[in-house]
């Protein structure tokens, strides 16, 4: 299709493809990968994990990978009505036509789109009736593949950096005409999950973690665009984006990030400046954002500072450090920070009191809060944002009471140690507790619906001053959200049934609508709330067979110590906690920095 015509649709740019960086290779000969976010242009170019993988896959001289997003409704719409197939960017070939379709999966609230994607691209979306292409996806959510195992014949579990190539060779020895020798082949990959070959002679039952997720040891030594394709249009996130570290050792036990991103591993200083300085060279960017879960854990902070201020100084650009840490947030980084005219910082606090984040096991008191408002404000910031958590496990009225009382006290002490003219707001971001798989608390249940707005209620009522903005997540896209997470195979029924009932970006609150879910649940004869309750410890769980390579046993203790009102310490602070690492990983975290 000609760019030309494509104007006529909103954002076009989403389907032009013809973007700066952007990597245009012939395809005679070459494995051809269709490479899929299954969501909006603008979302999908946001996301760092993509462009790594889409580089290093066009650096293979015998592969060829074109991307492709969801299109919008007025695209999709006249895609339907003229049964033209959905196509990649950079060529503008059905993707029906590719090898392989690869889906980059990082929130469940994508799968209805997933199935919508295959269906445009007229490819059946059932993975058993399918013999072409061949689909697998990768992400977060292969962390529990139960939910969409009809549809994708494969997954990839953890970094896909060292899968790919794994993956090409074998492809490059198939034969093409028999689909399950394919996928025999492909489930001796430690980090391949096949449904329906993997796990063997029903070893899940048996509560033995056989798919082992992939990681990258080393991120000095691991593949990185520094020339990253710059979105033609606005991109949710769009700017240069450098690695400090992967993985988190802080422990909070809601927190799924933290644990199937472990281990720990950073970037030295002198790899982080010359990705810096050639991504800026290369694509234009005046902004730049240092990436990690924990950015003030990074262990070389004052140096990391003073980069900083030399990148703003030679190429004039901001640069954000995002995923700061309230007990741990020295004058340096603020002063570079506001010396940018950045006046907003944000804190997840989570908890109000000292009791409930000791049982999700965030270690902070109300001394290492006041300290860091005290400093903010005194540098200069007066817009402080805060991520709270409502609904989490042994959380009380009290516990919920003491939000409000917590912000207002945070917003006086913030007045008091101002330096500037300007009068402080305090801005909340408010969401849910959702039982994750591979967290602590994956057996506990998620809030009704009607609590949480009552829950809501009375922090509005707390918190009433147009120096406060509150802001809450949507709990009805939270609860279908919790249920994807936590499905099993039964679920891929309901799936199809409310996507085929016009179920599609479940991401977008302009678009969610429950009732076509609770439709389908109906039409399945499934309980939702059976995904959403209290799970029993004893119960073999839907996503056993796949391992994040955390232990079983280790998420029992913390859970355990969760209800004991117990903390756990950073293990990077030189003690090993046992999570399981060790068994499959060299553990980094276990050796002071």
């Known amino acids: 299709m000609k760019d030309k015509y494509l104007l006529q649709f909103k954002k076009p740019y989403s389907y032009f493809g013809n973007e700066l960086n952007s990597i245009h290779k012939a395809h005679n000969g070459k494995i051809k990968i269709a490479f899929i976010y299954p969501n909006l242009y603008e979302i999908g170019m946001s996301s760092l994990g993509f462009k790594i993988l889409y580089h290093l896959m066009n650096n293979m001289p015998d592969v060829v990978a074109e991307r492709a997003f969801a299109p919008l409704p007025d695209f999709e719409s006249y895609l339907r009505k003229n049964n033209f197939p959905l196509f990649t960017l950079e060529s ?186 050639e991504i800026l060279k290369n694509t234009g960017y005046e902004e730049l954002t240092f990436l990690s879960l924990s950015s003030s854990d990074y262990s070389h902070l004052d140096e990391l500072i003073t980069l900083a201020k030399e990148l703003i100084e030679k190429y004039h650009v901001s640069i954000a450090v995002p995923s700061l840490r309230i007990d741990k947030f020295p004058a340096a980084l603020g002063k570079m920070i506001v010396s940018q005219r950045v006046h907003t910082i944000t804190f997840a606090i989570e908890a109000a009191t000292e009791r409930l984040r000791n049982v999700i096991n965030k270690i902070i008191n109300e001394k290492d809060i006041f300290a860091t408002v005290k400093t903010a404000s005194s540098l200069g910031f007066h817009t402080i944002k805060l991520y709270f958590i409502i609904g989490l496990p042994t959380e009380t009225e009290e516990d919920v009471i003491a939000i409000p009382d917590l912000v207002r006290r945070i917003y006086s002490y913030a007045k008091k140690h101002k330096t500037t003219q300007k009068q402080p707001s305090i801005h909340l971001s408010i969401n849910p507790f959702m039982p994750q798989p591979n967290t602590a608390f994956q057996w506990e249940q998620f809030d009704t619906i009607d609590d949480l707005y009552r829950k809501a209620k009375i922090i509005k009522e707390g918190l009433k001053g147009k120096q406060f903005k509150v802001n809450f997540g949507n709990f009805k896209m939270n609860y279908i959200e919790t249920i994807l997470g936590r499905g099993d195979k039964n679920l891929s029924k309901v799936i199809e049934t409310a996507w085929k009932n016009g179920a599609k970006m479940d991401g977008w609150e302009e678009h969610f609508a429950l009732s076509i879910w609770e439709s389908a649940f109906q039409r399945e004869n499934i309980n939702p709330d059976s995904y959403t309750s209290k799970i029993p410890l004893d119960r073999v769980l839907p996503w056993e067979h796949i391992s994040c390579g955390i232990s079983k046993d280790f998420l029992l203790r913390e859970y355990k110590r969760a209800m004991e009102e117990k903390t756990t310490d950073d293990c990077r602070n030189g003690k090993c906690e046992g999570c399981g690492l060790t068994d499959f990983f060299h553990c980094p975290a276990l050796t002071k920095k």
């Open 92 to 277: 503008h070939t059905p993707i029906k036509d590719f090898d392989l379709i690869a889906f980059s999966v990082q929130t469940y609230m994508d799968y209805t789109n997933i199935l919508n994607i295959l269906d445009l691209s007229h490819v059946n979306i059932h993975s058993n009736k399918r013999k072409h292409p061949i689909v697998f996806a990768g992400g977060t959510s292969a962390y529990n593949p139960s939910p969409i195992s009809d549809f994708i014949d494969f997954f990839c579990l953890g970094e896909g950096e060292y899968q790919i190539p794994k993956i090409v060779e074998l492809f490059k020895q198939w034969d093409r005409k028999n689909k399950d020798e394919l996928l025999q082949t492909l489930s001796e990959i430690n980090s391949v999950y096949v449904p329906g070959i993997s796990p063997k002679n029903n070893e899940a039952k048996a509560n033995k973690n056989i798919s082992i997720k992939d990681i990258v040891p080393d991120l000095n030594n691991a593949p990185t665009p520094i020339k990253p394709i710059v979105p033609s249009g606005k991109a949710v996130l769009d700017k240069a984006n450098v690695e400090l570290f992967r993985g988190c050792t802080r422990g909070c036990r809601f927190c799924q990030a933290g644990i199937v991103y472990r281990p720990v591993r950073e970037k030295s200083i002198k790899q982080i400046k010359y990705e810096a300085e």
